[in-house]
Protein backbone atom coordinates (compact mmCIF):
# COMPACT_ATOMS: atom_id res chain seq x y z
CA UNK A 1 0.00 0.00 0.00
CA UNK A 2 2.71 2.47 0.47
CA UNK A 3 4.76 1.61 -2.92
CA UNK A 4 1.63 2.44 -4.66
CA UNK A 5 0.74 5.38 -2.17
CA UNK A 6 4.87 6.41 -2.93
CA UNK A 7 4.26 6.09 -6.80
CA UNK A 8 0.90 7.71 -7.32
CA UNK A 9 2.36 10.81 -5.56
CA UNK A 10 5.45 10.44 -8.05
CA UNK A 11 2.82 10.52 -10.87
CA UNK A 12 0.67 13.93 -9.86
CA UNK A 13 3.87 15.85 -8.36
CA UNK A 14 5.18 18.09 -10.87
CA UNK A 15 8.95 17.56 -11.44
CA UNK A 16 10.81 20.51 -11.64
CA UNK A 17 14.44 21.36 -11.68
CA UNK A 18 16.77 23.99 -9.67
CA UNK A 19 14.72 26.84 -9.20
CA UNK A 20 11.55 25.38 -10.38
CA UNK A 21 12.68 24.90 -13.94
CA UNK A 22 11.93 21.84 -15.76
CA UNK A 23 14.54 19.28 -14.94
CA UNK A 24 16.95 18.89 -17.61
CA UNK A 25 18.06 14.96 -18.84
CA UNK A 26 22.16 14.50 -20.23
CA UNK A 27 22.90 14.10 -23.43
CA UNK A 28 19.66 16.54 -24.56
CA UNK A 29 17.18 14.25 -23.27
CA UNK A 30 15.33 11.66 -24.78
CA UNK A 31 13.97 12.03 -28.11
CA UNK A 32 10.25 11.69 -28.80
CA UNK A 33 8.89 8.22 -30.26
CA UNK A 34 11.44 6.09 -28.35
CA UNK A 35 10.74 3.96 -25.46
CA UNK A 36 12.30 3.28 -22.83
CA UNK A 37 15.61 1.99 -22.81
CA UNK A 38 16.09 -1.83 -22.39
CA UNK A 39 18.13 -3.59 -19.74
CA UNK A 40 21.03 -4.38 -19.87
CA UNK A 41 22.02 -8.07 -20.67
CA UNK A 42 24.57 -9.24 -18.02
CA UNK A 43 26.68 -12.41 -19.25
CA UNK A 44 26.57 -15.16 -15.91
CA UNK A 45 29.81 -15.14 -14.00
CA UNK A 46 32.19 -18.06 -14.94
CA UNK A 47 31.82 -19.93 -12.05
CA UNK A 48 27.91 -20.01 -12.48
CA UNK A 49 28.48 -21.46 -16.05
CA UNK A 50 31.13 -23.55 -14.72
CA UNK A 51 28.66 -24.81 -11.59
CA UNK A 52 26.69 -27.77 -13.32
CA UNK A 53 29.94 -29.25 -14.38
CA UNK A 54 30.87 -29.89 -11.01
CA UNK A 55 27.88 -32.79 -10.71
CA UNK A 56 30.10 -34.89 -13.17
CA UNK A 57 31.63 -36.69 -10.48
CA UNK A 58 28.55 -37.32 -8.72
CA UNK A 59 26.33 -38.50 -12.07
CA UNK A 60 29.61 -40.63 -13.02
CA UNK A 61 29.53 -42.27 -9.61
CA UNK A 62 26.11 -43.14 -10.21
CA UNK A 63 26.48 -44.60 -13.16
CA UNK A 64 29.46 -46.94 -11.50
CA UNK A 65 27.81 -47.97 -8.95
CA UNK A 66 24.04 -48.25 -9.72
CA UNK A 67 24.41 -48.66 -13.97
CA UNK A 68 27.21 -51.28 -14.42
CA UNK A 69 25.59 -53.42 -11.88
CA UNK A 70 22.43 -53.27 -13.72
CA UNK A 71 24.30 -54.16 -17.11
CA UNK A 72 25.60 -56.86 -15.25
CA UNK A 73 22.68 -58.58 -13.97
CA UNK A 74 20.91 -58.27 -17.10
CA UNK A 75 23.55 -60.11 -19.20
CA UNK A 76 23.37 -62.79 -15.90
CA UNK A 77 19.84 -62.91 -16.93
CA UNK A 78 20.32 -64.37 -20.51
CA UNK A 79 22.55 -67.23 -19.43
CA UNK A 80 22.35 -70.25 -17.82
CA UNK A 81 24.36 -70.14 -14.44
CA UNK A 82 24.60 -72.81 -12.18
CA UNK A 83 27.36 -73.92 -9.53
CA UNK A 84 29.01 -76.17 -12.47
CA UNK A 85 29.25 -72.94 -14.82
CA UNK A 86 29.94 -70.18 -11.93
CA UNK A 87 33.00 -72.90 -10.68
CA UNK A 88 34.35 -73.59 -14.49
CA UNK A 89 33.84 -69.83 -14.84
CA UNK A 90 31.91 -71.21 -18.26
CA UNK A 91 29.24 -68.99 -20.03
CA UNK A 92 26.21 -70.57 -21.25
CA UNK A 93 24.00 -68.09 -23.33
CA UNK A 94 20.42 -69.05 -23.51
CA UNK A 95 19.07 -65.97 -24.74
CA UNK A 96 15.25 -65.32 -23.34
CA UNK A 97 15.15 -68.86 -22.09
CA UNK A 98 15.06 -68.29 -18.72
CA UNK A 99 12.51 -65.34 -18.86
CA UNK A 100 10.09 -67.72 -20.59
CA UNK A 101 10.27 -70.12 -18.57
CA UNK A 102 9.48 -67.38 -15.56
CA UNK A 103 6.81 -66.19 -17.50
CA UNK A 104 5.40 -69.74 -18.29
CA UNK A 105 5.55 -70.42 -14.59
CA UNK A 106 2.55 -70.09 -12.40
CA UNK A 107 4.74 -69.99 -9.32
CA UNK A 108 5.75 -66.41 -10.73
CA UNK A 109 2.17 -65.13 -11.26
CA UNK A 110 0.87 -66.38 -7.67
CA UNK A 111 3.94 -64.68 -6.60
CA UNK A 112 3.56 -61.55 -7.99
CA UNK A 113 -0.34 -61.19 -7.23
CA UNK A 114 0.59 -62.31 -3.75
CA UNK A 115 3.19 -59.65 -3.70
CA UNK A 116 0.93 -56.65 -5.35
CA UNK A 117 -1.87 -57.55 -2.41
CA UNK A 118 0.57 -57.04 0.35
CA UNK A 119 1.84 -53.89 -0.80
CA UNK A 120 -1.62 -52.61 -1.40
CA UNK A 121 -2.55 -53.58 1.99
CA UNK A 122 -0.03 -52.73 3.84
CA UNK A 123 0.64 -49.34 2.29
CA UNK A 124 -3.47 -48.55 2.85
CA UNK A 125 -2.76 -49.25 6.55
CA UNK A 126 0.40 -47.11 6.86
CA UNK A 127 -1.54 -44.26 5.40
CA UNK A 128 -4.56 -44.22 7.07
CA UNK A 129 -2.59 -44.94 10.74
CA UNK A 130 0.19 -42.13 9.57
CA UNK A 131 -2.58 -39.71 8.63
CA UNK A 132 -4.64 -40.23 12.08
CA UNK A 133 -0.77 -39.89 13.93
CA UNK A 134 0.01 -36.70 12.01
CA UNK A 135 -3.39 -35.32 12.82
CA UNK A 136 -3.03 -35.89 16.53
CA UNK A 137 0.42 -34.16 16.65
CA UNK A 138 -1.27 -31.48 14.84
CA UNK A 139 -3.73 -31.31 18.06
CA UNK A 140 -1.88 -32.25 20.71
CA UNK A 141 -0.01 -29.63 23.42
CA UNK A 142 3.50 -28.94 23.44
CA UNK A 143 4.78 -31.41 26.02
CA UNK A 144 2.81 -34.63 24.82
CA UNK A 145 3.72 -33.80 21.29
CA UNK A 146 7.11 -33.87 21.98
CA UNK A 147 6.83 -36.88 24.06
CA UNK A 148 4.92 -38.87 20.90
CA UNK A 149 7.66 -37.17 18.52
CA UNK A 150 10.81 -38.60 20.44
CA UNK A 151 8.83 -42.01 20.51
CA UNK A 152 8.03 -41.76 16.91
CA UNK A 153 11.65 -41.49 15.88
CA UNK A 154 13.17 -43.83 18.25
CA UNK A 155 11.11 -46.26 16.50
CA UNK A 156 12.08 -45.19 13.21
CA UNK A 157 15.77 -44.80 14.26
CA UNK A 158 15.63 -49.02 15.11
CA UNK A 159 17.57 -51.12 12.52
CA UNK A 160 15.44 -52.91 11.06
CA UNK A 161 17.00 -56.48 11.76
CA UNK A 162 16.92 -54.91 14.95
CA UNK A 163 12.93 -54.65 14.81
CA UNK A 164 12.28 -57.84 12.98
CA UNK A 165 14.68 -59.81 16.24
CA UNK A 166 12.21 -58.00 18.70
CA UNK A 167 9.16 -59.17 16.67
CA UNK A 168 10.22 -62.74 16.59
CA UNK A 169 10.58 -62.71 20.49
CA UNK A 170 7.06 -60.96 20.78
CA UNK A 171 5.26 -63.61 18.78
CA UNK A 172 7.72 -66.56 19.61
CA UNK A 173 5.70 -69.12 20.53
CA UNK A 174 6.59 -70.46 23.09
CA UNK A 175 8.29 -67.13 25.31
CA UNK A 176 6.74 -64.79 23.53
CA UNK A 177 5.04 -61.42 24.96
CA UNK A 178 2.15 -61.63 23.02
CA UNK A 179 0.92 -65.51 23.69
CA UNK A 180 1.29 -64.77 27.33
CA UNK A 181 -1.24 -61.72 27.09
CA UNK A 182 -3.80 -63.50 25.11
CA UNK A 183 -3.46 -66.41 27.53
CA UNK A 184 -3.92 -63.97 30.48
CA UNK A 185 -6.68 -62.34 28.61
CA UNK A 186 -8.58 -65.35 28.33
CA UNK A 187 -7.69 -66.82 25.51
CA UNK A 188 -5.87 -69.69 26.48
CA UNK A 189 -5.68 -71.62 23.20
CA UNK A 190 -3.61 -69.09 22.24
CA UNK A 191 -0.45 -69.63 24.80
CA UNK A 192 1.61 -71.77 22.74
CA UNK A 193 0.34 -70.54 19.33
CA UNK A 194 2.35 -70.96 16.64
CA UNK A 195 2.38 -67.27 14.42
CA UNK A 196 4.65 -68.64 11.91
CA UNK A 197 2.87 -72.02 10.88
CA UNK A 198 0.01 -70.58 8.38
CA UNK A 199 0.35 -68.33 5.81
CA UNK A 200 -1.75 -65.89 7.11
CA UNK A 201 -0.77 -65.27 10.43
CA UNK A 202 2.89 -65.00 9.31
CA UNK A 203 1.65 -61.90 6.62
CA UNK A 204 -0.32 -60.95 9.74
CA UNK A 205 3.33 -60.94 12.00
CA UNK A 206 5.01 -59.37 8.68
CA UNK A 207 2.16 -56.49 8.43
CA UNK A 208 2.33 -55.48 11.88
CA UNK A 209 6.28 -54.92 11.96
CA UNK A 210 6.38 -53.11 8.05
CA UNK A 211 3.67 -50.76 9.48
CA UNK A 212 5.08 -50.06 13.01
CA UNK A 213 8.63 -49.45 10.94
CA UNK A 214 6.41 -47.28 8.04
CA UNK A 215 4.32 -45.04 10.10
CA UNK A 216 7.29 -42.69 12.04
CA UNK A 217 7.84 -41.51 8.68
CA UNK A 218 4.15 -40.79 7.35
CA UNK A 219 3.02 -38.85 10.44
CA UNK A 220 6.41 -36.95 10.79
CA UNK A 221 6.17 -35.82 7.67
CA UNK A 222 2.72 -35.09 7.83
CA UNK A 223 2.50 -32.77 11.04
CA UNK A 224 5.08 -31.10 9.34
CA UNK A 225 3.05 -30.87 6.40
CA UNK A 226 -0.22 -29.14 8.30
CA UNK A 227 1.99 -26.57 9.96
CA UNK A 228 2.45 -24.52 6.40
CA UNK A 229 -1.37 -24.49 6.09
CA UNK A 230 -2.67 -21.09 6.91
CA UNK A 231 -4.80 -20.87 10.21
CA UNK A 232 -7.16 -18.89 9.06
CA UNK A 233 -8.67 -21.23 5.81
CA UNK A 234 -9.52 -23.84 9.40
CA UNK A 235 -11.01 -21.08 11.08
CA UNK A 236 -13.38 -19.89 7.92
CA UNK A 237 -14.37 -23.61 7.51
CA UNK A 238 -15.46 -23.37 11.18
CA UNK A 239 -17.32 -20.34 10.92
CA UNK A 240 -18.93 -22.13 8.06
CA UNK A 241 -19.69 -25.08 10.48
CA UNK A 242 -17.68 -27.59 9.25
CA UNK A 243 -16.95 -30.81 10.64
CA UNK A 244 -14.11 -32.65 11.65
CA UNK A 245 -14.50 -34.99 9.18
CA UNK A 246 -15.64 -31.99 6.73
CA UNK A 247 -12.35 -29.80 7.41
CA UNK A 248 -10.03 -32.96 6.74
CA UNK A 249 -11.38 -32.89 3.15
CA UNK A 250 -12.25 -29.75 2.28
CA UNK A 251 -9.04 -28.10 3.87
CA UNK A 252 -5.94 -30.39 4.69
CA UNK A 253 -6.48 -32.76 1.80
CA UNK A 254 -6.69 -30.30 -0.93
CA UNK A 255 -3.85 -28.55 0.59
CA UNK A 256 -1.64 -31.63 1.17
CA UNK A 257 -2.45 -33.53 -1.94
CA UNK A 258 1.04 -33.55 -3.47
CA UNK A 259 2.57 -34.86 -0.29
CA UNK A 260 -0.78 -37.85 0.19
CA UNK A 261 0.43 -38.96 -3.90
CA UNK A 262 4.42 -38.69 -2.98
CA UNK A 263 4.17 -40.27 0.44
CA UNK A 264 1.94 -42.89 -1.10
CA UNK A 265 4.28 -43.83 -3.92
CA UNK A 266 7.16 -43.69 -1.60
CA UNK A 267 5.42 -46.48 0.90
CA UNK A 268 4.46 -48.71 -1.99
CA UNK A 269 8.53 -48.96 -2.93
CA UNK A 270 9.46 -49.06 0.17
CA UNK A 271 6.95 -52.30 1.10
CA UNK A 272 6.98 -53.71 -2.59
CA UNK A 273 11.33 -54.05 -2.13
CA UNK A 274 10.44 -55.53 1.62
CA UNK A 275 13.25 -57.92 2.23
CA UNK A 276 14.77 -58.48 5.32
CA UNK A 277 11.32 -58.46 7.40
CA UNK A 278 9.84 -61.27 5.44
CA UNK A 279 12.75 -63.09 5.14
CA UNK A 280 14.02 -62.86 8.87
CA UNK A 281 10.44 -63.94 10.07
CA UNK A 282 10.19 -67.47 8.29
CA UNK A 283 12.01 -67.11 4.68
CA UNK A 284 9.38 -66.94 2.58
CA UNK A 285 7.53 -70.12 4.84
CA UNK A 286 5.97 -71.99 5.68
CA UNK A 287 5.98 -73.88 2.11
CA UNK A 288 7.16 -70.40 0.30
CA UNK A 289 3.77 -69.21 0.96
CA UNK A 290 4.78 -66.00 1.79
CA UNK A 291 7.15 -65.15 -0.38
CA UNK A 292 7.23 -61.91 -2.22
CA UNK A 293 8.79 -61.24 -5.23
CA UNK A 294 12.47 -60.26 -3.24
CA UNK A 295 12.04 -63.31 -1.55
CA UNK A 296 11.52 -65.30 -4.61
CA UNK A 297 14.05 -64.00 -6.23
CA UNK A 298 17.10 -64.81 -3.91
CA UNK A 299 15.82 -68.20 -3.24
CA UNK A 300 15.62 -68.98 -7.03
CA UNK A 301 18.83 -67.07 -7.37
CA UNK A 302 21.32 -68.18 -4.36
CA UNK A 303 18.98 -70.42 -2.18
CA UNK A 304 18.57 -73.03 -5.54
CA UNK A 305 21.27 -71.92 -7.44
CA UNK A 306 19.89 -71.04 -10.41
CA UNK A 307 21.91 -67.44 -10.89
CA UNK A 308 20.68 -66.72 -13.99
CA UNK A 309 16.91 -67.32 -13.26
CA UNK A 310 17.22 -65.30 -10.03
CA UNK A 311 18.65 -62.03 -12.31
CA UNK A 312 15.60 -62.64 -14.94
CA UNK A 313 13.05 -62.39 -11.80
CA UNK A 314 14.62 -58.94 -10.31
CA UNK A 315 14.57 -57.23 -13.19
CA UNK A 316 11.08 -58.18 -14.03
CA UNK A 317 10.86 -57.00 -10.13
CA UNK A 318 12.11 -53.81 -11.53
CA UNK A 319 10.00 -53.15 -14.63
CA UNK A 320 6.85 -53.93 -12.39
CA UNK A 321 7.86 -51.10 -10.41
CA UNK A 322 8.60 -48.86 -13.52
CA UNK A 323 5.01 -49.24 -14.53
CA UNK A 324 4.17 -48.26 -10.83
CA UNK A 325 6.25 -45.07 -11.37
CA UNK A 326 5.32 -44.52 -14.81
CA UNK A 327 1.52 -44.42 -13.31
CA UNK A 328 2.76 -42.02 -10.69
CA UNK A 329 4.36 -40.08 -13.21
CA UNK A 330 1.39 -39.53 -14.57
CA UNK A 331 -0.51 -38.59 -12.11
CA UNK A 332 1.99 -35.66 -11.09
CA UNK A 333 2.29 -34.04 -14.55
CA UNK A 334 -2.12 -34.19 -14.50
CA UNK A 335 -1.77 -32.51 -11.40
CA UNK A 336 0.60 -30.03 -12.47
CA UNK A 337 -1.85 -29.07 -15.75
CA UNK A 338 -4.79 -28.97 -12.83
CA UNK A 339 -3.03 -25.62 -10.84
Request: proline share 6%; aromatic share 12%.
Amino acid sequence: MAVQLDDAVDKTAPQTGKGGAPPTRRGGGRRAGRGPRPPAHHSPHPSARRAPYLLLPALLATVVFLGWPMVRNLLLSFQNLNMKELIQHLTDWRGTGNYQEILGSEQFWRVTLRTLVFTAVNVVLIMVLGVLIGLLLARLGKKMRLTLSLALVLAWAMPVIAATTVFQWLFDSRYGVVNWLLDQAGWHAMAHYDWVGTQLSTFFVITVLIVWQSLPFVALNLYAATTTIPRELYEAARMDGAGTWQVFTSVTFPFLKPFFLATTFLEIIWVFKAFPQIFAINEGGPDRLTETLPIYAFTEGVGNLHFGMGAAISLLTIAVLLVMTAYYLRLTLKQEEEL
